[in-house]
């Protein structure tokens, strides 16, 4: 049972790297530093505090930059590929005592997945509020990535089988967006 919640919770935090890329990162490096999570072997130091206080310098930069408008799309850019690799590191970390080659396969495809999956989302979304609203309502939108980030993250170290689920219940919401998106914009094949 404890490599299934290792696993749910390495997915979890690299799905949550898809909202923003540093909130797992460094819920991951507390929650390794105060023993609740031990982290794969060769991975510890993001129990270091010099990586925490890089992570948390990094969080509040990136959390406080979405709230700039226009360039929380610029950041698009950036975070997009950022996510899947935070993801599958946060992923990797997680899993701890997994055999190496699940370890890795998992956090590379199912881990940098989730990530890619839910930033994809994210950036539909934006783009979404930024032709509706001018970019008005894309603050809403950044509070929201970033709490959906915390509550997540937090989620996946606490409960990671829930997390699990609600990742499951946001790719699902993730895809019903995108069909209905592609449906309205994209012009059927004659």
């Known amino acids: ?8 919770a390495g997915i979890a935090l690299a799905a949550a790297s898809g909202f923003r890329v540093f909130v797992p990162m460094l819920a991951l490096g507390i929650a390794a530093r105060s023993g609740v999570i031990d982290p794969s072997a060769g991975l510890e130091w993001v129990a270091s505090i010099p990586a925490i206080t890089v992570f948390g310098v990094a969080t509040a930069a ?17 975070t997009t590929p950022g996510s899947v690799i935070a993801g599958s590191l946060a992923a990797a970390a997680a899993m701890g005592d997994v055999d190496p080659a699940v370890k890795w396969t998992l956090a590379i495809i199912a881990g940098g997945g989730a990530a890619a999956v839910v930033q994809g989302g994210t950036v539909l979304t934006r783009a979404l509020s930024s032709a509706t609203t001018g970019g008005v309502g894309n603050p ?47 012009a059927p094949a004659s």
């Not at 990136?62 to 950036?78: F, K, M, Q, R, S």
């Not at 606490?158 to 449906?183: D, K, N, T």
């Open 1 to 8: 049972m404890e490599p299934l919640l290792a696993i749910c």
């Open 140 to 186: 809403a939108v950044s509070t929201g990535e970033a709490a959906g980030s915390i509550v997540l993250s937090v989620l996946a170290i606490l409960l990671p089988l829930l997390a699990a689920l609600l990742v499951i219940m946001l790719f699902v919401w993730i895809a019903r967006l995108f069909f209905r998106w592609r449906r309205r914009h994209v």
């Open 62 to 78: 990136e959390i406080g930059a979405y709230y700039i408008p226009w360039i929380d799309n610029a950041l698009d850019t950036v």
